[in-house]
C-alpha cells in the first residue's frame, strides 16, 4: 500500500503547519497529525486487498478535509497571532475555535478507529500517547487514568483532578473551555493547558489596568521618542538610508559597513538597539488590551511613515547580523523578532 503514502503525506502540510505552530492552542490538530504521521510510519505493513484499500481511501478523505480545516484557521488567525503575540493569542484560540478542536477530535478519533482495524490483522504496533508533561502532571494522569489512556470524560477527570488537589469543582469548571472538548479531556489538550498555566492549572484572569500608570508610560514613550539623545540615534540611522524602501540597495549597503567598518557597525547597532527597544516596548504597551490602543490612537504616536522607516532600516540592520555575522542557517523569516511582523500587520490593518 506504499503508493498512498506520497499521497497522505502532501494531504496534510497545513495539518503539520498547524500542529507545529499551533499545538498549545489547538492540541487536536497535534493529535490529529500524529495520527497521520504513525499511518505514513506504517503503511507499507498493511496488506494490499479492497477493504484495506477502501479504508485507506476513507483515511485520505477524513485528512483532506481536516487539512482544508487547518488552512482556514491558519489563514484566518495568522493576523491576530502576530499582533497579539503567543500566550495571549494561545488563550484566545483555545476557546475561540472550539468548532475547529471539535472537528480535529472527532477525525482523529474515526482515523484511531480505522487504523485499529489494520492492528489486528497486521503486525502494527501504537506507540504510547504523547508524555512531554510536566512531572507532576504526567504522574497525575499515569496514577489516574493509567499510562496508555489517551481520552477521559471531563466529569472522570474532574472527580481524579479534585481528589488530587483538593480543590474544589465549582473552580475546576472555569478551565473547562481550554481542556475539554465534547466533554472530553486528551492527552493532547490536559498538555496544552498545563503547558500554558502550569500544574496545578491556574485558570487565566484579566489583568486589572491602573489607567493613569499605563497613561504615563505612553506618555514617557512619547516623551523618549522627542528627547535630543533619541532624536541623534534616529537620525544616525535615517541617513543610512539614501534610497528610501530599496531593501537590496540598503542590505548591500549595511553588509559591507559590517564587513569592512567594524566601528561604525558597532555605531550602527547602538543606535538600531535603542531604538529597536522603544518600539519593542510600544509592542508590549499596545498588546494590554483596548485601553493602550486607544490611548495610543488619540496621540496618534508612533505613527506609519515611523513605524515603516523602523521596519525598512532596523529590520534590515537585524537581517544583516543574523545572516552575516551570526550566520543562523534557521530563514530570517521566521528567526526574526516578532516586532517586525507585529508592526506590520499592526499597519496593513
Known amino acids: 500500500m506504499a503508493e498512498y503514502y506520497p499521497i497522505i503525506k502532501d494531504a496534510c502540510s497545513f495539518l503539520r503547519e498547524l500542529a507545529t505552530d499551533y499545538q498549545e492552542a489547538i492540541p487536536e490538530a497535534k493529535a490529529l497529525y500524529d495520527e497521520c504521521q504513525f499511518l505514513l510510519a ?39 497571532r502576530k499582533l497579539l503575540g503567543k500566550m495571549a493569542f494561545n488563550m484566545k484560540l483555545l476557546v475561540k475555535a472550539k468548532g475547529y478542536r471539535e472537528s480535529f477530535d472527532a477525525r482523529t478519533k474515526r482515523i484511531e478507529k480505522y487504523i485499529n482495524s489494520f492492528m489486528q490483522v497486521e503486525s502494527i504496533i501504537k506507540p504510547e500517547p504523547p508524555s512531554k508533561l510536566p512531572a507532576l502532571a504526567q504522574l497525575f494522569w499515569i496514577k489516574s487514568f493509567k499510562e496508555n489512556t489517551r481520552h477521559v470524560s471531563w466529569d472522570e477527570f474532574v472527580e481524579k483532578y479534585s481528589d488530587e488537589l483538593n480543590t474544589n469543582k465549582e473552580e475546576i469548571i472555569k478551565i473547562k473551555p481550554y481542556i475539554s472538548v465534547k466533554e472530553q479531556v486528551t492527552t493532547y489538550s490536559f498538555y496544552a493547558a498545563c503547558t500554558q498555566f502550569g500544574y496545578p492549572i491556574m485558570c487565566p484572569i484579566q489583568p486589572v489596568i491602573d489607567s493613569i500608570k499605563l497613561a504615563n508610560l505612553i506618555m514617557n514613550l512619547n ?79 508612533p505613527g506609519k ?38 508592526l506590520q500587520t499592526l499597519i496593513e490593518d
Not at 479492497?50 to 482544508?68: R, W
Not at 533619541?230 to 535615517?238: C, D, K, T, V
Open 42 to 80: 506504517n503503511i507499507d505493513k498493511i496488506a494490499i486487498n479492497n477493504h484495506n484499500k477502501e479504508t485507506l481511501q476513507k483515511i485520505k478523505e477524513e485528512i483532506e478535509e481536516g487539512n482544508k480545516e487547518a488552512q482556514e484557521l491558519l489563514d484566518n488567525t495568522n493576523k491576530e
Open 305 to 342: 511613515g515611523r513605524i515603516n522607516f523602523f521596519i525598512h532600516v532596523c529590520g534590515t540592520i537585524d537581517e544583516v547580523n543574523y545572516k552575516e555575522n551570526l550566520k543562523i542557517e534557521r530563514p530570517w523569516s521566521s528567526g526574526k523578532p516578532q516586532v517586525y511582523d507585529f
Open 223 to 301: 516623551k523618549e521618542f522627542y528627547s535630543p539623545e533619541f532624536g541623534e540615534h534616529w537620525y544616525a540611522l535615517r541617513a543610512l538610508d539614501t534610497k528610501p524602501r530599496d531593501h537590496g540597495e540598503l542590505y548591500r549597503k549595511l553588509e559591507g559597513v559590517s564587513l569592512n567598518n567594524k566601528e561604525e557597525w558597532k555605531r550602527i547597532n547602538i543606535s538600531r538597539g535603542l531604538v529597536s527597544s522603544l518600539f519593542q516596548r510600544y509592542m508590549m504597551l499596545w498588546r494590554i488590551g483596548k485601553a493602550s490602543q486607544e490611548m495610543f490612537d488619540n496621540i496618534d504616536f
